[in-house]
């Protein structure tokens, strides 16, 4: 399927014409100018998911977090770090005709943050931080007006418990199409490792896919895209 | 000088002998399993620094956290996440005739550590991440009793704003020997960049180094700690 896909992409492929946005990698938030909260995402299956796409012909604009993996072949990269900045980039790229939301963003950010590095002081308590929401990157787009409500919105869901009740949960609020569940759970391997085991939940069920390499979990979920927009 | 180094390496160097211990790369605070506290160190310094020092000759051990560097040649690496954990990689070193911690060792952990992901709760007030001083590193190995104080405790500052003040105060503070006091105020370029700008203090005074490579500092650095070694 993957070389099917590869080939395709020489000549027209099934998603030409069609405009595909990516979030993907971890956002960072500033404590202060040396500090940061982070998470374990690596962006490999954001950054998979967006080769995918362009590689049945989309036109991809993939708005990454702070990662260490190469940028995709054939795709334009928009970098950014926190989750305000990812969600700037998300709708300078829009409209689009799909969204995947695979970013792991923040749901908070440093509501204190310091503007010179936070000291030790001898004798003080540790300091506290303060958290804040961030903006929903995927309601927001899920909920979005003026005609530029993509045609499919897919979200993506990392727990650790209650899997597929949190994305059945999560598919109702944000308004989203599609979520992909995946366990990433400590010992489940899916953070920074090469492989996935997803679950795709609609409004019509759940599609349970085998453990596969992320590159084939993208490819997969591309052409369930692909087969979607071309109304399959 | 480098090059000098390097040849040197080649037969017996001025280290020949000398156990060194290089600390490197920020430390991990995990906030729940998937989120944790971070800094914008790269690694860069401390890693040329073992590499320097292994070229003069000497065995060295390199305690790291989480970088996305290639390990320095000729020396043991040893890989760790959190404060703690780096603390126990020093521990295991020891002992050993210079310890250099260029690590940017977290000054607190975080306390209400949780064991499943926290979830954004509709409704609910953010989390507040509470924190607890982390060991202190530097101070542990410059006060270490039984025999296991390095003839050499080298350490080093990370400023943004009053930074030989905050040096000097901290060499009397940790009592180590020689900080090694560098900007890492925004625009200095100096976390993730390959230039630093330093001055070395000691109970002499200061040695202010014109702006340069991180591999000329270490290699700068490495000859000085040799110096001093061999009671030049």
């Known amino acids: 399927e993957i070389l099917a896909a590869i080939e395709t992409s020489l000549s ?17 938030e500033a404590i202060d100018p040396v500090r940061y909260i982070a998470n ?5 299956q954001g950054h998979a998911i967006a080769a995918a796409l362009a590689r049945l ?31 700037n980039g998300v709708r300078a790229a829009l409209p689009a005709d799909v969204v995947v939301c695979a970013a792991a963003v923040a749901d908070w950010t440093v509501a204190n943050r310091a503007t010179e590095k936070r000291k030790k002081k001898v004798g003080a308590p540790p300091p506290v931080i303060e958290l804040a929401p961030n903006p929903d990157i995927l309601m927001t787009v899920s909920k979005a007006e003026g005609g530029l409500r993509p045609r499919l919105v897919v979200g993506f869901a990392a ?53 596969m390499g992320k ?14 927009l071309r109304g399959l």
Chains 1, 2 share one sequence.
């Open 57 to 87: 012909g989309a036109e991809v604009t993939l708005v990454s977090g702070p990662v260490h993996i190469p940028d995709p072949a054939g795709v334009r990269v928009v970098r950014v770090d926190s989750a305000v900045e990812m969600l």
């Open 159 to 211: 727990e650790t418990e209650a899997l597929l009740d949190n994305a059945r949960d999560k598919l109702a609020r944000k308004g989203c199409d599609w979520i992909v569940a995946n366990d990433v759970s400590e010992g489940s391997g899916t953070f920074g490792g090469d492989a996935n085991l997803v679950h795709v939940i609609d409004a019509d069920g759940i599609d349970s896919w085998p453990r």
């Open 215 to 228: 590159d084939a979990v993208a490819a997969r979920l591309a052409e369930r895209i692909a087969n979607v």
């Open 12 to 28: 027209d492929g099934p998603l030409k014409g069609v405009r595909a946005v990516v979030t993907s990698g971890p956002t960072h």
């Open 40 to 44: 374990h995402s690596s962006g490999k």
